[in-house]
């Protein structure tokens, strides 16, 4: 009867060890992306840049991300970006426009071979450089000074590669994060050659 006690003790002392040890599950892996990208915060970039005809370009965008959801393995992502572009040339005549653009991403999370951290964004590569990642990609252009309205253009496209833009000091987590629900959706370890 001891030896049953200290044998089932033992086991407990196992199991715990164990249960301390075990990786997220797909579905707390989940939960931890939604609840830690910051949702519906502005990203904000700006550049300016010379021409070639000696006017100065001045770009500023702001890119935010509406919502981030999960089907099964893919993650989707809704965008939506503004650009501000003006153009003071040399006549002193200035020309402003706004491009606004709406994108539906689709990432197949178990057809990406790695999840990487860039300076403002997280980047996902499909295996093999296979052309995995969908796009939608809806927009117009407004003239700020007639403020005429152009056409609304829609295209759908597929990608190796996209940068999802992210506004928080610390990355690691996330990345590791998508990188961890990617092997649990059954991707393949990346390719290394160190």
Known sequence: MKILLILFAFS???GLVNAQES????QETIQFIIDNFQKDQ???YEKAQDQ??????????KVLIENISFNGCDLQIDVSEIRNNSYER???NKYEFFYFFKYKVIIPLNKIESVNATDKAI??????????ISVETDSYIKNKLSNEISDKESKKESLRTWNLPFNMKESTKLT????????????????SFD
Do not use: V
């Open 90 to 92: 040399k006549d002193w």
């Open 176 to 191: 590791k994060a998508c990188n961890h629900l990617r092997k649990l959706c059954g991707a393949p370890e990346p390719i």
């Open 23 to 26: 990786k997220p599950t797909k």
């Open 12 to 14: 407990l002392g196992l």
């Open 123 to 132: 980047a996902f590569n499909s295996i093999n450089a296979t052309q995995t």
């Open 42 to 44: 502005p990203i904000y």
């Open 52 to 61: 070639d005809n000696g006017s100065l370009r001045f770009i500023f965008t």
